[in-house]
């Protein structure tokens, strides 16, 4: 997992990288790159846009999307083929809700400012809400990560809503994500994610991490 926040003038760009690795790599390749560029309004990141292309062993994917500044979709475009009534469903999904973060600069936003979102999270096939549960401590048993602390700290994210955009009364599959992390004052460093999904559990390690001021 590699993660690059800029921030300027209020205005932030991010690069997120998700890419398979050793034994992993050679299972089931998997390369996943999100691009986003966006402003900072009262400790909210606001996208403005998101781009978002992932390559496997089994599909190439993309998703783009662009925002209004008070959060309202400008254009809305994926590598899905999706029919006139799907097309009718989304439309109607994106007027009935409007206002729209991306998953990308939610997740950041709880680094910066441990926060949840005022807006609904959307990722081109889907619709949620993020709500984060603080532990205060808990105990790091892995050591894959460069970055290695036994007491460290822990955010539960769990998904009190979900909609397709494209499917009525589609199941969302994750159950929640453990967001292990070190408080270093001016934001949190995350070391680790545990995902969990009634399909299958996944763990993401930051390898390294440097900061510029």
């Given at each position: 997992?590699?993660?690059?926040i ?7 760009d ?6 398979s ?26 996208p403005?846009?998101?781009?978002s292309?992932?390559?496997s ?15 309202t ?10 029919s ?6 989304q ?16 997740l ?26 603080n ?16 007491q ?62």
């Amino acid at each position: 997992m590699f993660w690059d926040i800029s921030i300027e003038d209020n205005h932030y760009d991010i690069k997120y990288l998700i890419k398979s690795y050793g034994i992993t790599d050679q299972i089931f390749n998997y390369e996943s790159l999100t691009l986003v560029k966006g402003y900072i309004d009262n400790n909210q990141l606001r996208p403005l846009s998101y781009k978002s292309k992932t390559k496997s062993t089994r599909q190439d994917v993309y998703t783009n999307i662009l925002f209004n500044k008070d959060g309202t979709i400008k254009d809305f475009d994926i590598s899905k083929e999706i029919s006139k009534d799907q097309l009718d469903l989304q439309n109607k999904i994106l007027e009935k809700f409007l206002y729209f973060t991306d998953p990308v600069s939610q997740l950041s936003q709880y680094f910066l400012y441990n926060t949840n979102s005022d807006r609904l999270i959307i990722d081109g096939l889907n619709i949620y809400q993020l709500k984060k549960n603080n532990i205060s401590s808990a105990t790091l048993r892995d050591d894959k990560s460069d970055i290695h602390d036994d007491q460290v700290k822990k955010i539960i994210l769990s998904f009190p809503f979900f909609e397709g955009i494209h499917k009525i009364d589609k199941k969302n599959n994750l159950n929640e994500i453990h967001m292990i992390y070190k408080d270093l004052d001016k934001f949190l460093l995350p070391i680790q994610f545990n995902i969990f999904s009634k399909k299958f559990n996944a763990k993401l390690f930051l390898k390294n991490h440097k900061v510029s001021e």
